[in-house]
């Protein structure tokens, strides 16, 4: 079991930025997939970027290519989503996911919220005009 701590939600105007930040306890392994999920009220949980604890892959959806980045500290279980030039549709919740086998190989895996065990309880974006 992974216990995950999500912070750094808040409101943001359109063109900001946000630091979303997420620390792991529990049973991580060097084959640790962490994963970014958002879901809007209405909506699937969509996959948005994860990253193995190795360090590769690294991954990202089409839709926030460009804007958001995955990276981790490894040292302290953490593993952070910075998103720039946000849009009015990236507003959701953003849950922090892990899994310790090998999903973070496969893109389409790595992005399925069914593929994850272990979830954060989420923290809110909100992008305004």
């Known amino acids: 079991r992974v216990d995950l701590a999500e912070s750094g939600g808040g409101s943001v105007q359109t063109g900001g930025s946000l630091r979303l930040s997420c620390v792991a306890s529990?049973?991580?392994?060097?084959?640790?997939?962490m994963a970014w999920f958002r879901q809007s009220p209405g909506k699937e949980r969509e996959g948005v970027a994860a990253i193995y604890r190795g360090g590769s892959p690294v991954w990202h959806s089409d839709s926030v290519k460009g804007r958001f980045a995955i990276s981790q500290d490894t040292a302290n279980k953490a593993v952070y989503l910075q998103m720039n030039s946000l849009k009015s549709e990236d507003t959701a919740m953003y849950y922090c996911?892990?899994?310790?086998?090998?999903?973070?190989?496969?893109?389409?895996?790595?992005?399925?919220?069914?593929?994850?065990?272990?979830w954060g309880q989420g923290t809110q974006v909100t992008v305004s005009s």
């Open positions: 996911a892990a899994d310790v086998g090998a999903v973070c190989m496969n893109r389409d895996q790595a992005l399925r919220a069914s593929d994850y065990d272990n």
């Open positions: 529990g049973d991580t392994n060097s084959k640790t997939c």
